[in-house]
């Protein structure tokens, strides 16, 4: 059966993280549930990113459609399979005493357990991104699995992106203290991805450095203090390197809570402010993804503050470096006071186009990657975009390490001369916060 053509019933969650899904599963044939598209009608009217993909799949179902959909199917194109939906199904007896309530998900069940009966000679497989919807399947023993088309292969690198050389030549370490403009890349037995970090030690010294791709050579990199922050630690100090090089235009900073990253990229974009019309400051909210902040109570500021307020205590992190009546302190609160200092929920500037911004989304790793890619694509010029967030740490459902959008741009930027990537290991906000990340 391994040669055999299979049979994908893909649930609403798969086809709302990637309306283009329909095209990635080679010559297999493909079901949509009518209880997909009956969850797909009623997502369709909104501003999230969740409607836009109900509107952009219906739009595509809706240029491929014809009588065909619901009689064997529509071929999808040269080299793919078969698109066909599926009307509902009579639950079997096993389903109607394990799942006496037909909600959406126990239809979609349904349809799948038919399919299976329906083709004996071919594997049906149900493709969610939810959990529990696979185990419940696995628990009928229907074949189910999660959508892999944009899963990281290998997470290694992410936690490697900055590599350390032990018991290194000490003249090159000299020479990279000598050398302000660095040393050519052939004098060292590496190959380097650009914009590659390194911390070469020997048993008398020590020294931090970067590839510069453009000139190919490494370079010494400098401990400095951006808008009254301090780096703390090497990779806090190869994230400002990278967050203040004007040639590299897209960062990915990850690492744990209290590591540093969001307040080093405010730091960082408040250092540069006369590079940048606007710093932007913006976050997911993840808790309200599949709703619209309506339901909450209150005005726009009292929905959205204690999503936003993470970002607002960075900020003054920042503020409370300096004294009451600094000229640092004046900059900070006139760009806020002329927008050109904005902190606000990632929904709300969908659409604007970014040229001459410093654009940081934080908590990265709750969008998916087609979210992200659509962030990237607005980038005009002289915009740099800083993604940062922690892959561990995920609150949206349908995400995982290996899914999110954060790990995804990181694997698929790699290598590229204007993308730099720093995973930040150490945690600079308290013992105890250390403590409780490392333990708990």
Do not use: W
Not at 26 to 52: A, F, H, M, S, T
Not at 120 to 130: E, G, M, N, P, Y
Not at 299 to 321: A, C, H, T, W
């Amino acid at each position: 059966m391994g040669n055999t053509k299979k049979t994908f019933v893909l649930d609403t969650n798969v086809l709302l993280h990637d309306y283009k899904c329909i095209f990635r599963f080679q010559d297999n044939d493909l079901v949509i549930p009518i209880v997909v598209l009956e969850e797909l009608d009623k997502l369709k009217r909104g501003n999230d990113l969740i409607n836009y993909h109900a509107r952009e799949f219906t739009r595509e179902l809706d240029r491929l459609s014809g009588d065909h959909l619901f009689n064997g199917g529509i071929k999808l194109g040269r080299g793919l399979g078969k698109l066909s939906i599926e009307t509902g199904k009579p639950f079997s007896e096993e389903m109607c005493e394990s799942f006496p309530e037909k909600t959406a998900d126990h239809r979609i069940l349904a349809i799948t357990d038919h399919l299976r009966n329906k083709y004996k000679r071919r594997l049906v497989i149900l493709i969610s991104k939810d959990i529990n919807l696979r185990m419940k399947a696995k628990s009928l023993g229907i074949l189910s699995q999660d959508y892999e088309s944009d899963k990281v292969a290998n997470l290694e690198s992410m936690d490697k992106a900055v590599e350390m050389h032990e018991n290194f030549d000490d003249t090159l370490i000299s020479r990279l203290y000598d050398e302000p403009d660095g040393v050519p890349v052939d004098a060292f037995n590496l190959k380097p991805a650009p914009h590659q970090y390194f911390i070469f030690r020997s048993p008398r010294a020590s020294v931090l450095a970067h590839f510069d791709p453009d000139r190919e050579v490494i370079d010494r990199v400098e401990k400095y203090r951006v808008y009254g922050i301090d780096p703390r630690n090497a990779e806090q100090t190869f994230s400002i390197d990278a967050l203040v090089r004007p040639e590299i235009q897209l960062i990915s900073l990850t690492g744990k809570a209290g590591t540093g990253k969001t307040l080093l990229a405010l730091a960082a974009a408040l250092h540069q402010e006369n590079r940048y019309k606007q710093i932007l400051l913006a976050r997911p909210i993840v808790p309200l993804a599949n709703r619209d902040i309506g339901f909450l109570p209150g005005d726009v500021n009292e929905k959205i503050g204690p999503y936003m307020q993470p970002l607002f205590d960075n900020l003054s992190v920042i503020k409370n470096k300096f004294k009451s009546h600094s000229k640092e302190l004046e900059k900070v609160e006139e760009m806020e006071r002329m927008e050109r200092l904005v902190i606000t929920p990632l929904a709300y500037i969908r659409g604007r186009s970014l040229s001459d911004v410093f654009f940081i989304v934080d908590e990265a790793q709750n969008l998916t990657p087609h979210e992200v890619k659509t962030i990237i694509t607005r980038a005009g010029e002289n915009t740099k975009i800083v993604f940062t967030g922690d892959i561990h740490q995920i609150d949206s459902p349908y995400l995982d390490m290996k899914s999110n959008g954060l790990s995804y741009m990181t694997d698929k930027m790699k290598g590229q001369d204007l993308f730099a990537h720093v995973n930040l290991v150490k945690g600079e906000r308290s013992y105890l916060s250390e403590l409780a990340s490392n333990l708990l």
